[in-house]
């Protein structure tokens, strides 16, 4: 039987041409994910910058200093710096300023998108009657976009920590540990039955607020706790002035609050309830509420000097009829409406405090 044996150096040429084929593939791969990427990011400047300009409005302005993009080859992450946005409308102007930001976007999993809004920001409103100056620093503040389909809502979400937010015209200061904010934004009118559908919703979580000076007089410097479900029913009053505000009341137009819990010293309240508008555009509310604290409070706001001793003792020797005590250890507590009407805040049927004019 004869021996037939492959000669090695006849198996190269073959084993050459596969390698530089793979290798020309892995080559056009890269070449193609690299023309993607950068086409991708040049669609990312040009979204940050249509946004920008969407935000200013047809008569404002929207600049950043740098705009880097990162991420290759998976995702896009858009760091901006100096950013200055304008707007500018019949009622004034306003103006929001920001040392950076920085977005992060993979087209390839959807819309959405994650962002991180930390550092400083200033804001400037110069509309109405009294201009409003703030400068807001946060040493965390991550967000996230989140687009919705079919009939679903778009939510953003925002979560600050260790928040100092300060009146430059006035020096108060204002500090947060810990807040979160999530706005719904749901379809609009077309797409939505009526004015029973809500047009968007927030939810609102601050803990340990640092109050300033002029508000802390009232219950105690502290605001432990305030949180809240809110919907807004009927169409967006956007942008807020008078008329789109009259525009909002003749449509039925109301909002809706849930689950409203407020620790402040003394006081606890929390509740539901529902606040319109009367025909002078300030604001009525009818809420069913829970208070503990009742007593301490009355005497903090007589303190601050919001309400006469007199008073004082009247809305506590009634609720006190109405109080419960659950625990012989804990304060009482009632079960009580409150309303707001004729810009006058009522506990039950007495009296509490009156509320300053809106002034649209």
Request: hydrophobic share 45%; glycine share 10%.
């Given at each position: ?91 004034g102007t306003w103006e929001w ?143 807020v002035d008078r008329r789109n ?42 809420f069913a509420a829970r208070i ?69």
């Open positions: 039987m004869q021996d037939v044996r492959t000669d090695p150096m006849a198996s190269r040429p073959m084993t050459s041409r596969i390698v530089y084929g793979l290798f020309g593939l892995c080559l056009a791969a890269v070449a193609i994910v690299t023309g993607l990427w950068f086409t991708g990011a040049a669609q990312v400047r040009e979204q940050i910058a249509r946004s920008g300009r969407a935000l200013a409005g047809e008569a404002g302005a929207f600049t950043v200093d740098t705009l880097d993009i990162t991420g290759f080859p998976f995702s896009f992450e858009a760091t901006l710096g100096g950013i200055a946005v304008l707007g500018r409308d019949a009622r300023r920001a040392d950076r930001a920085l977005v992060q976007l993979s087209p390839w999993l959807g819309r959405d998108a994650t962002f991180d809004l930390a550092g400083r920001h200033k804001l400037r409103f110069r509309a109405g009657r009294v201009p409003l100056d703030l400068d807001i620093t946060a040493a965390r503040a991550p967000g996230e976009a989140r687009f919705g389909g079919a009939g679903e809502p778009d939510i953003y979400t925002l979560a600050p920590e260790n928040v100092t937010l300060r009146d430059i015209t006035s020096g108060s200061t204002l500090k947060a540990e810990a807040t979160s904010f999530q706005l719904f934004l749901y379809p609009p009118p077309e797409r939505r039955a009526g004015n029973t559908q809500p047009a968007a919703g927030v939810l609102v979580d601050l803990n340990g607020i640092d109050l300033p000076a002029g508000m802390s007089r009232f219950l105690a410097p502290r605001l432990t706790k305030l949180a809240a479900e809110i919907q807004v029913l009927a169409d967006l009053p956007v942008p505000i009259a525009r909002f009341r003749e449509a039925g137009g109301s909002v809706e609050v849930k689950n409203l819990l407020l620790q402040w010293g003394p006081t606890t309240i929390d509740g539901s309830g529902t606040v319109t508008l009367d025909p002078g555009l300030q604001p009525e509310a009818s503990a604290g009742f007593e301490e409070t009355a005497d903090a706001l007589v303190a601050a000097g919001l309400i006469r001793q007199q008073e004082a003792q009247g809305v506590k020797l009634l609720l006190s009829l109405m109080a419960r005590r659950s625990d012989p250890g804990r304060s009482a507590e009632i079960r009580v409406p409150i309303t707001i009407q004729d810009r006058a805040i009522f506990i039950g049927p007495a009296r509490l405090a009156r509320m300053p004019q809106i002034r649209w």
